[in-house]
């Protein structure tokens, strides 16, 4: 399997994160793509890509969090980065309105620029997305003809922005978000309308720990070992089993990210 949304760099992995990659190799997750959030969060996502070369990969950008913080220094940052062979993607890029950390106006400017940077270095775009579909649907929709692959990475929203996006032929990525009983329950009904080859699976750990783990851990921190109880829990509501899910998934990641 293969996990397209770790935050490794995150510092709580930095007591362990020989430990947490290892047990989640051996437990059939054989490679990681390390998100990017910002620009030093990059850095380390690359420095980690390198150090573990067998198995990981990273991607370069700025959270619509950090919006405020992309100028034309962090772009040309950000550019660096993306000439690293081990630097896979554009992102983590998009709009986030639910928790509006960043000034909307900066968060459409950021996620312009990095569309941009994108389509000059014929890239894949990994995508956030939060209660922020009004705008960003239609700046998706504008660039889309110019854009390589697309993937709405950690997708919890309803079914009209799910066929959205299906329509601009995006992958969606789902995560542990699925099995939470309380505000994902809606993902259930809406993942067997992904095509099978439009499908992608993510742990975005440390974040998002899948709740109906059982039996539950003593920590709260999600890991990659996690996915493949993610992948189970999807084929549960997918047409496709979960072999067949473990193959197209991995398929998928291939071809999106050219790994």
Same mark, same amino acid.
């Given at each position: 399997?293969?996990?397209?949304?770790?935050?490794?760099?995150?510092?709580?992995?930095?007591?362990?994160?020989?430990?947490?990659?290892?047990?989640?190799?051996?437990?059939?997750?054989?490679?990681?793509?390390?998100?990017?959030?910002?620009?030093?969060?990059?850095?380390?996502?690359?420095?980690?890509?390198?150090?573990?070369?067998?198995?990981?990969?990273?991607?370069?950008?700025?959270?619509?969090?950090?919006?405020?913080?992309?100028?034309?220094?962090?772009?040309?940052?950000?550019?660096?980065?993306?000439?690293?062979?081990?630097?896979?993607?554009?992102?983590?890029?998009?709009?986030?309105?639910?928790?509006?950390?960043?000034?909307?106006?900066?968060?459409?400017?950021?996620?312009?620029? !990095? *569309?941009?940077?994108? +389509?000059?270095?014929?890239? @894949?775009?990994?995508?956030?997305?939060?209660? =922020?579909?009004?705008?960003?649907?239609?700046?998706?929709?504008?660039?889309?003809?110019?854009?390589?692959?697309?993937?709405?990475?950690?997708?919890?929203?309803?079914?009209?922005?799910?066929?959205?996006?299906?329509?601009?032929?995006?992958?969606?990525?789902?995560?542990?978000?699925?099995?939470?009983?309380?505000?994902?329950?809606?993902?259930?009904?809406?993942?067997?309308?992904?095509?099978?080859?439009?499908?992608?699976?993510?742990?975005?750990?440390?974040?998002?720990?899948?709740?109906?783990?059982?039996?539950?851990?003593?920590?709260?921190?999600?890991?990659?070992?996690?996915?493949? !109880? *993610?992948?189970?829990? +999807?084929?549960?509501?997918? @047409?496709?089993?979960?072999?067949?899910?473990? =193959?197209?998934?991995?398929?998928?990641?291939?071809?999106?990210?050219?790994?």
């Amino acid at each position: 399997m293969i996990d397209i949304g770790a935050n490794l760099t995150h510092d709580s992995f930095d007591k362990d994160r020989a430990d947490v990659i290892h047990n989640a190799r051996a437990l059939g997750v054989d490679a990681f793509v390390i998100t990017g959030s910002d620009v030093t969060c990059s850095q380390k996502a690359k420095a980690l890509a390198h150090e573990y070369t067998d198995c990981c990969y990273a991607t370069a950008g700025i959270h619509p969090h950090h919006a405020s913080e992309f100028n034309g220094e962090t772009q040309e940052q950000l550019q660096e980065l993306l000439n690293d062979d081990k630097v896979v993607a554009v992102g983590e890029t998009g709009l986030d309105y639910f928790r509006d950390f960043s000034p909307r106006a900066a968060q459409i400017f950021s996620f312009e620029q !990095h *569309i941009q940077l994108a +389509i000059e270095n014929e890239m @894949p775009l990994f995508l956030h997305q939060r209660e =922020a579909h009004v705008d960003f649907g239609p700046i998706l929709q504008a660039h889309r003809d110019a854009l390589s692959n697309v993937v709405v990475h950690c997708f919890t929203d309803n079914e009209k922005a799910l066929f959205d996006y299906l329509d601009l032929d995006c992958y969606i990525g789902i995560t542990g978000w699925i099995c939470d009983e309380r505000r994902g329950k809606h993902l259930i009904d809406l993942v067997k309308n992904i095509p099978n080859d439009r499908l992608l699976i993510e742990t975005d750990a440390p974040y998002l720990i899948p709740r109906n783990l059982s039996p539950k851990p003593k920590s709260r921190r999600n890991e990659p070992k996690y996915l493949p !109880h *993610i992948a189970e829990f +999807i084929a549960a509501h997918h @047409p496709m089993g979960f072999a067949e899910l473990k =193959a197209a998934t991995v398929a998928n990641s291939k071809k999106f990210f050219q790994i």
